[in-house]
């Protein structure tokens, strides 16, 4: 049995104004690849990790459903530059405009994952919400700021969940994070051992 890698991530590249124009899936140092038809922000702050430690399969099955939500520019449906539905290729390849225009065929119409699943304007409202939140950080309107209490009582201030999520140094991830605030609780064991998070106006 073939052993199964969770080494793999799903990522976007972001515009100037936070909103992606492209999302993608890949391994090791694949998100900077230049040898790219979509090229990579040279502000490496506008490369963002959506999703990481994931299977192939994982990361195949996030990139489609980023892809679906957020629109193809060439099909007129939303966004993004991406010129395929997702789902398919080998990690860290370039592909051609033949390989390309084949993947588009296989993931598209009914072949699709999501073909024919319905969504009322409140959803698709309620997504874009939703997704703006994830790229904006502090700047989406739905955000609400965080204070992460060290164990010596100084204080670390965050715009949004996101924005903490970000923070490497702080390095902690946005389940655990949001468990801590929704629960209160202080952490007793592990890296944040008698830390506190709170949101700055409950």
Known sequence: ????????????????????????????????????TIKAPTDKSRILFLKKNLTEAEAFKHEVYMIFVFGRKDLGTGILRNRTNGGDGASGAVHSEEQNREKSERNSGEKHPLFGVPRTEAQKKAQSEKMSGVFLGALSPRSKAIIAIKPDGTERRYGSIIDAVRDTELGIGRGGLHHFLKTGHVSTRGKFKDWQFLYENP
């Open 1 to 36: 049995m073939a052993k199964e890698y969770n080494d793999y991530y799903t990522y976007a590249y972001l515009r100037e104004d936070k909103t992606p124009y492209y999302i993608g899936k890949g391994r090791g140092k694949r998100i900077y690849d230049k040898r790219r």
